[in-house]
């Protein structure tokens, strides 16, 4: 079975400081990633989505950034954040026509 | 613009009470409606896909429905587990991309 793993769960991070939050899908090759954020009372906003290797499509010009070094890895950074980037970032894997979501990483920025 | 609107913002029932759960969705080319139900600081597990109008999807307690401008979650006789936030997306872009735009939600209370 599929499972998809985000780490770490929850970050406290100043302002001006450096991001990374790891994404990792186990049990399936090539698939589609997605990362999403949701801020505080609001939908899910796509951010970034990659198709393979290498390929990634911005959706929302920021000052955020996403890799992706291997088939099942996706990474997304930041070299400064910003207050605005507070909230819980998700990351998703396609099967069919369906996106599967992992337990996300709660960033808050002070 | 492809948009997603979802209604009402929150809904308090008590248990045993049947509601729905309203998704209007404007979009060029329906490739697919999805139901998420999201607890608490988790993330969203996926419930439902709709494809075309007339489609239903049953499981346990719920009932999706789908016309041409929107979608219905049906819930019957709710449970106090049943309470989450109800999220509906739709599925836009060029195949392969497949990306979701996403409803603000609907936040569901089941109090015993």
């Known amino acids: 079975s599929q499972t998809i793993h985000q780490w770490p769960a929850t970050l406290v991070q100043p302002v001006g400081s450096p991001l990374s939050l790891e994404c990792t899908v186990e049990?399936?090759?090539?698939?589609?990633l997605y990362w999403y954020r949701q801020a505080a009372g609001r939908g899910l906003q796509l951010l970034f989505y990659?198709?393979?290797?290498?390929?990634i499509s911005s959706e929302v010009p920021q000052n955020l950034s996403a890799s992706r070094p291997q088939d099942r890895q996706f990474i997304l950074s930041s070299k400064k954040l910003l207050l605005s980037d507070s909230g819980f970032y998700l990351c998703?894997?396609?099967?069919?026509?369906?996106?599967?979501f992992g337990p996300g990483t709660r960033l808050t920025v002070t | 613009e492809d948009q997603v609107t979802q209604s009402p913002e929150a809904l308090r029932l008590q248990e045993g009470e049947s509601s729905s759960l309203n998704c209007s969705y404007t979009?060029?080319?329906?490739?697919?409606l999805f139901w998420y139900r999201q607890d608490p600081g988790k993330g969203p597990e996926f419930l439902f896909t709709?494809?075309?109008a007339g489609e239903e999807k049953e499981k346990e307690r719920l009932k999706a429905t789908l016309t041409k401008k929107e979608s219905f979650l049906h819930i019957t006789a709710p449970k106090p587990e049943d309470s989450a936030t109800y999220l509906c997306?739709?599925?836009?872009?060029?195949?392969?991309?497949?990306?979701?735009?996403f409803g603000q939600g609907t936040r569901l209370t089941i109090n015993p």
């Open positions: 997306a739709v599925q836009a872009g060029i195949q392969g991309a497949q990306k979701l735009v």
């Open positions: 979009v060029s080319g329906l490739r697919g």
């Open positions: 049990g399936t090759s090539n698939p589609n």
């Open positions: 709709l494809y075309s």
């Open positions: 990659s198709v393979g290797i290498g390929q």
């Open positions: 998703a894997w396609k099967r069919s026509y369906e996106q599967y």
